[in-house]
């Protein structure tokens, strides 16, 4: 899936949309775990951007809304990139799921 590139970015808001998934179905929004700019490692956060909710019902629901869930977070990645993540858990799903997040570049 396409991330965003490495060098420094500011996360300012997204959203995620999906079909009525299945029923016991949840979705998160985090990051995979990558490597900074300057080689440390950092560890996976699944629900960096948004805690993990039922799917069950389609819906478009706002990620990274507030300052506790990641809006105006800088990262600064290495060349592998940024890997947002959407986790799907609970049951088997069916249906599309989107994510759309906005975002800087400095």
């Not at 029923?23 to 929004?29: F, Y």
């Not at 993540?85 to 759309?100: C, D």
């Amino acid at each position: 899936p396409p991330r965003p590139s490495a060098g420094r970015h500011v996360f300012l808001h997204g959203q995620l949309a999906h079909d009525a998934l299945g029923s016991s179905t949840t979705l998160a929004v985090g990051h995979g775990a990558y490597k900074n700019a300057d080689g440390t490692d950092v560890a996976l956060d699944a629900d960096e951007f948004k805690a993990a909710a039922a799917s069950t019902s389609a819906q478009k629901v706002d990620v990274a809304a507030t300052l506790a869930l990641g809006s105006g977070i800088e990262v600064d990645a290495d060349d592998d990139g940024y890997p947002v993540t959407v986790t799907l858990a609970g049951a088997a799903a069916t249906g599309t799921i989107e994510l759309t997040m906005y975002y800087v570049v400095d």
